[in-house]
Every structure is written in structure tokens, then in C-alpha cells.
């Protein structure tokens, strides 16, 4: 068969249903497709895939090539709609199979169809990878969903297996008529000319698989952070207090399942403690809210969530603009917000309280504030992120009505010498 691979966020080799199942006789072209609509600005003026993102992009794409062309594939990567890029493509080489990983959320959903649509009769085969828990494996259907974590975590902890890893991918023929489609490539100057990284930060990320799986091995088996996990996990300052794996698991560079299996393998070797469950228990996080997103659809994009609302939701350009660059006035706010503007991260710790801070101090609305994390997070991630601002807007799966978190209080708990508002302030 001749199999076009569409990559989205499944940007490894590692446990990739889209390659697992190949036989030698395939031939086999990988295609990355770059939606043009990503690189525009937001209305509030700043770029939708900001250059923190777009960095990390580029490294993965480089590193999945790299390996791809071990295994004779030549990664192509085009700017362009998916719903006529890969319907020129499978015109032009006589495709038989498109295969993608399939997404939840309207815009990527919207391009599944228009592809499905434009290729037919070619089919468009689309894997569940997104979640450590496929969708299908969960007692109860998407719709019946608990609103509550905690009642969610009790009806799948033990009764939702999870897959083991699948195979390495085979060696199989490359597909390597693809120059004329038309389409360019994205220019390199373009994505090379990356963000440079500002010295204080305490991370160095960089895309790939190689360098999430190398993570992965130094925070559990060569350095062991994972056995302080829960104790450290609200920490702000250094490299390690969590396991930073969360922009590798947004694009896909880094499989939930991996992580899962070999926090098992350490349990096994090291023992399993409170700490190493809180890996798992936090992934779970991740996996509630992408079916928070599956259940709810549209509505996790709109001011009222998924309370269905009519809050008081309005913009204030000139505060925003303060919030966004770290000039607030509130020393806490500002050191996560410019360590946020400088680098493309910021710990969970922080997030809370610059989210809430905006909402409920600055009583602005929580969607400005989640274009400004989508724009400059490495680890965007369009459920994770919409999902979790929700959520501290009060208009999401938080139990507690009206939760605030006070700055003040919590930069004493958390920052008490003040030694992270130094490193981002001094
Ligand atoms: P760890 O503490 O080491 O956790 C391990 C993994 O569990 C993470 O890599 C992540 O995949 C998952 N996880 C942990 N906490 C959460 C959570 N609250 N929600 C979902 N998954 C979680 N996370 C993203 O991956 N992308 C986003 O766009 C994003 N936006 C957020 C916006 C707001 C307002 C808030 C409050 C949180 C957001 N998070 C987002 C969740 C969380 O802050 C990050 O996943 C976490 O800080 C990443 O660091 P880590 O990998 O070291 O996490």
C-alpha cells in the first residue's frame, strides 16, 4: 500500500500507532503540515504560535526527520491548509491510506473532516493516542463523564487498563515523488530564527524525542527526582522540582503510555512510594481534561465554560498589557509572568496564581489570558490549557465555589526567602 502519515501532534517514533502496524511492502511518505492560520496574530496583536513555540517546533521536527531518514523516510513539511495539502498529495503520488492521530478540538477536528472529505475515497484512518487512557477504555461513555476529578480518578484508577507499549516501527519502502505539490516548505530562516534563551532560565528545552526520552531516563532512573516528586512538585525555582515533561507530551514527542510503563519499571526496580504515584495521578489530570474537551466541545472556548454562564467578562486592553509583560505591580504576578515572557514556561505553581490573579484581582477576561499562554507556552496544549483556565476562572470542574488564590499568601508558602522573585525582578 502506499501510505501517506500525516504528523500532527505525534511527532516521535516511539510507540506511534501510525507506524506500528506497517509491513515491509508499504511505501511510506511522513508529511507535517503547518497551518498558515497559526502563524497570524491574535486580535490582541501578538502571534498565535509564539517564538518560544515555534522553536521548539522546529528542534522536533528536525529530530524526527533525523531519525525518519535512518529508516530511508524523508520528512516533508509544508505551509498550508491540511484539507488541500494532503489531498494534492495523495492526488499527485496515487496515496491508498492517509493515517493520522485524531484530535478533539473543533479547529483540528474541522481539518480531519475537510481531509476525510477531500480525499474520499481514499481513507482517512484516524488513532486515539492522546490520553495514557484511549477514550474507548473507559467504563462509562464520554457523555457520562464525572464533573469531578476525584470521582473520575476512583471509577478509572483500576478498572481502565492501560496499553502496553507498541512495537518498533519496520523497515518499509520510502515514497519520495513529492516535489511538485505546490505547497512550500517552511523557509528555514523562518523557524531558525529562534528565541534566544534568557540566561536565568533554570531549563534548557529542546524538541524531539531524543532529548524527552533522555529526560525522561535522567528524571527517574539517573538522578531519581521522581522518588520527591509530590514533595517538590510546587516548587518554582531550579530545573527539577517537577518533571518538565509536559511540552515533550503536547506535540507528541513523548508518549503518556512510555512514561506510564517506565514509572513502572522504576516501581519495580526502586519501590513505589506516594511520590511516584503522583506522576501517574497527574497524568490522569491530563487525560480528565481532553475528555472534559471531548464531552464538552465548543463550550470550553466560550466566557460561561462549562457552567454554561453569563459572567462578566470584559477586556481591558491597557491592564492586560501589564499583566502580559510582568508589570503588574504584584511582585509574585510579575516574576512568573516575565519568567513566562522570557523563556515559554512557567511552573504550575505559578500558573494558578497568575491566572486567578487576572481573573479575579484584575477582573479581566480569562480567555485574553489563555491567547497569551497559548501564544508563549512550550507546552501548549489546547485542552490541557483552555481546560485549566476554566477551571480557575470558576466557569470549569472546580468543586469549590469561588476559589482564589491570594498572591500574597501564596508567595510566602511558596517563594518564603523570596528567592525566585529576585532571580525574574533583581
Ligand atoms: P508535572 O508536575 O511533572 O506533571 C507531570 C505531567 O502531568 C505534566 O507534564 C502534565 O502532562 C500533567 N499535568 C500536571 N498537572 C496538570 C494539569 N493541571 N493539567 C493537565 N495536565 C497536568 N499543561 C500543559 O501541558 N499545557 C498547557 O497548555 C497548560 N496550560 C495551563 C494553564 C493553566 C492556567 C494552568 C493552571 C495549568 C496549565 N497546565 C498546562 C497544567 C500544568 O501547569 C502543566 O502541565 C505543568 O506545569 C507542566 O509541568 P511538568 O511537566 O513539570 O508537570
Aim: net charge neutral; glycine share 6%.
Amino acid at each position: 500500500m502506499r501510505i501517506l502519515i500525516w504528523h500532527r501532534n505525534d511527532l516521535r517514533l516511539h510507540d506511534n500507532p501510525l507506524y506500528a502496524n506497517l509491513i515491509a511492502k508499504d511505501r511510506v511518505i511522513p508529511v507535517f503540515v503547518l497551518n498558515p492560520e497559526l502563524l497570524q496574530n491574535t486580535t490582541h496583536g501578538f502571534p498565535r504560535l509564539g517564538k518560544f513555540r515555534l522553536k521548539f517546533l522546529h528542534e522536533t521536527l528536525c529530530d524526527l526527520s533525523r531519525s525518519l531518514s535512518q529508516h530511508q523516510l524523508n520528512l516533508r513539511i509544508f505551509v498550508g491548509e491540511p484539507g488541500l495539502v494532503i489531498p494534492q498529495l495523495v492526488r499527485t503520488l496515487g496515496i491508498d491510506e492517509v493515517r493520522a492521530t485524531r484530535e478533539h478540538t473543533w479547529e483540528e477536528v474541522r481539518d480531519e473532516r475537510e481531509v476525510a472529505r477531500n480525499i474520499a475515497p481514499v481513507p482517512l484512518r484516524l488513532f486515539e493516542d492522546r490520553t495514557l487512557i484511549p477514550p474507548e477504555r473507559l467504563p462509562f461513555a464520554i457523555g457520562h463523564l464525572p464533573d469531578l476529578f476525584t470521582e473520575f480518578r476512583k471509577k478509572v484508577e483500576g478498572y481502565s487498563r492501560i496499553n502496553m507499549l507498541l512495537p518498533d516501527m519496520p523497515e518499509v519502502q520510502p515514497l519520495e515523488d513529492a516535489d511538485n505539490t505546490g505547497f512550500s516548505s517552511i523557509p528555514d530562516d523562518y523557524l531558525a530564527d529562534g528565541a534566544a534563551l534568557d540566561s536565568r532560565a533554570a531549563f534548557c528545552f529542546k524538541g524531539g524525542e531524543t532529548e524527552a526520552l533522555r529526560r525522561l531516563d535522567q528524571y527517574f532512573f539517573r538522578e531519581h527526582h521522581v522518588a520527591t516528586y509530590k514533595e517538590t512538585r510546587n516548587g518554582l525555582v531550579g530545573a527539577d522540582y517537577s518533571t518538565r515533561f509536559s511540552p515533550w507530551l503536547a506535540n507528541g514527542s513523548l508518549s503518556p503510555r512510555k512514561i506510564y510503563h517506565e514509572l513502572r519499571r522504576y516501581e519495580k526496580q526502586y519501590g513505589s512510594s506516594q511520590n511516584t504515584y503522583w506522576v501517574f495521578f497527574e497524568l490522569l489530570w491530563r487525560d480528565y481534561f481532553r475528555f472534559v474537551a471531548i464531552k464538552y466541545g465548543n463550550r470550553i472556548f466560550k466566557p460561561g465554560g462549562i457552567k454554561n454562564t453569563d459572567p462578566f467578562c470584559p477586556g481591558n486592553a491597557p491592564a492586560f498589557e501589564r499583566w502580559r509583560s510582568g508589570n503588574t505591580g504584584n511582585d509574585f504576578v510579575d516574576a512568573n509572568m516575565r519568567e513566562l515572557l522570557l523563556t515559554g514556561w512557567m511552573s504550575n505553581r505559578g500558573r494558578q496564581n497568575v491566572a486567578s490573579y487576572l481573573v479575579k484581582d484584575m477582573k479581566i477576561c480569562w480567555l485574553d489570558g489563555a491567547a497569551w499562554f497559548e501564544s508563549q507556552l512550550i507546552d501548549y496544549d489546547v485542552c490541557s490549557n483552555y481546560v485549566n483556565w476554566m477551571y480557575v476562572a470558576g466557569v470549569g470542574n472546580d468543586p469549590r465555589e469561588n476559589r482564589y488564590f491570594n498572591t500574597r499568601r501564596q508567595a510566602e508558602m511558596y517563594d518564603p526567602e523570596g528567592t525566585y522573585r529576585r532571580i525574574w525582578l533583581g
